[in-house]
């Protein structure tokens, strides 16, 4: 139920203390985590939480919907029979219209790979994606790994894979990553990868952490590190990620080609696949102790977008960040002109804390994320309380919706300028600037900001004269037509 007298509020107070960002945003509210058939959608909403668009789905969202500048929605969805059973769990993604229509879908569900929580659209159209690779105790064995803590005997390592989509149904792998290939074991010298691991943060040791459980919502599980989350910078070519089981998120090298991504040279970095970078426990690689072991459980690792406030820099949700509280923390990466991230000798990767923090009494146990936007503030998403609110560098909320009730849960939501939408955007009636079907107040006042270049930038429905420009002529015309209808 939308509720418009907490909207009210909320824009009263965005004038005394800030302005949201005014832009679309766009989230897939789950049930009991999103699985089982029945009808489930995905949600485009203004401000003032008018539908600008909705999609409808079959099965329900493994994580967060995508919307692409052409106006099409890349949706991760939990496929009926998933071949590796654990949280986050998911195995296909569809592609949708403007008007719903179903132009792609994939799943990747078999005895090798399974896909689970996030994907990531690529500029060439191309889509990264998060899969469990199952290995078999004798494999895990055989690489050093000393303990398989379940009863399935089997190690789920993680993968990425770059799928171009095919005809309807079909993809290419053109490009993949296999932590499988970066490891690092103190522990047998006869077998492969023996090293100290203190002295190859670049490495994985297979050794660290648990090896899934036995018992559970979804039974016995091999989930070792349990990725959650991927974001690429097209500038630099490179790839985050999050790992929840190890409190760490991670950079690779993306430029690399598959054989490179499997070494450890080759790529702009010179580090074929290996870790650029990591952050948040240190004693993951024997370096730092329990003061630098920053990150709890935590999500939605992304980069701050070019001409946003803190650019370059990574946000995230942590989800256990002291206690029964999350928090949102932007941390500064120690970065060098090559694209290579500089440590130390027998240090940590830096920082020793975050350049910007947000915490205030929310909490999910699952999911959640954190988006900075244009005026840089910040979308936030506490997951199992389906609550989205935006704040500003000060903390202040301007920003609430809480779609909450019962078992409701919405893994992340992300919010889009008003004019994000490029070639393919959507039919629209000039003035209607915050496609409410109405024009009114609201959208002479999103022109008023437009032209004066306060808060977000112009919009086709803001040309409302027709001239190819958004300015003072256009809002003068439609306040007369009000003043006159």
């Not at 590190?225 to 760490?248: G, T, W």
Request: with cysteine; hydrophobic share 35%.
């Amino acid at each position: 139920m939308i509720k418009k007298f907490t909207i009210f509020l909320f824009s009263i107070l965005s004038l005394l203390i800030g302005q949201a960002f005014e832009g679309m945003t766009i989230f897939s509210p789950a049930q009991g985590g999103g699985g089982g058939g029945g009808t489930f959608y995905s949600y485009l909403i203004d401000n003032e939480l008018n539908e600008i668009n909705v999609w409808t789905h079959p099965r329900g969202a493994a994580s967060m919907p995508y919307l692409l500048e052409d106006s099409t929605l890349i949706y991760p969805y939990r496929v009926q029979n998933v071949s590796m059973n654990a949280g986050g769990v998911g195995g296909g993604i569809s592609k949708y219209s403007w008007d719903g229509e179903l132009l792609w879908s994939y799943e990747i569900a078999n005895n090798t790979y399974q896909h689970h929580h996030d994907v990531e659209p690529l500029p060439n159209g191309n889509i990264l994606v998060i899969v469990w690779e199952r290995k078999t105790a004798n494999e895990a064995y055989a690489a050093g790994r000393q303990i398989i803590d379940n009863s399935l005997n089997e190690m789920w390592a993680e993968a990425v894979l770059e799928i171009e989509p095919v005809g309807s149904n079909d993809a290419n792998i053109v490009w993949e990553w296999h932590i499988w290939d970066h490891l690092v074991q103190d522990v047998d010298p006869e077998l492969p990868n023996y090293g100290v691991v203190s002295d190859h943060p670049e490495l994985q040791d297979v050794n660290y952490g648990t090896v899934g459980s036995n018992g559970g919502p979804g039974g016995s599980n091999a989930d070792w590190k349990h990725f959650n989350a991927i974001a690429y910078n097209e500038e630099l070519d490179q790839i985050a990620l999050s790992s929840r089981h190890h409190d760490e998120i991670y950079i690779i090298d993306h430029s690399t080609t598959t054989e490179e991504a499997s070494g450890h040279t080759g790529g702009n970095s010179g580090m074929g696949g290996d870790y650029l970078y990591r952050w948040g426990n240190p004693q993951s690689y024997g370096r730092g102790n329990n003061s630098n072991h920053l990150l709890g459980d935590q999500h939605s690792v992304n980069w701050i977008p070019e001409g946003y406030p803190g650019a370059g820099n990574l946000i995230l949700f942590n989800n256990n960040d002291n206690g029964n509280n999350s928090a949102v923390l932007e941390i500064e990466t120690p970065i060098n002109d090559s694209g290579t991230y500089d440590i130390m000798d027998g240090d940590p990767f830096e920082p020793e804390s975050p350049v910007w923090s947000y915490t205030d009494n929310f909490h999910t146990q699952m999911q959640g994320g954190a988006f900075r936007l244009p005026n840089g503030n910040t979308l936030i998403t506490d997951c199992d309380d389906a609550h989205m609110f935006e704040v500003t560098s000060d903390g202040n909320v301007v920003w609430d919706f809480d779609y909450g009730g019962g078992q409701t849960m919405i893994a992340r939501a992300q919010k889009y300028a008003m004019d994000y939408l490029g070639p393919g955007f959507p039919e629209y009636v000039p003035g209607d600037v915050n496609f409410d079907s109405a024009i009114n107040i609201q959208d002479i006042l999103m022109i008023l900001d437009m032209d004066f270049g306060y808060g977000y930038d112009e919009t086709p429905a803001a040309d409302y004269n027709g001239d190819g420009l958004v300015n003072t002529s256009d809002w003068i015309t439609l306040v007369q037509f009000i003043l006159n209808n």
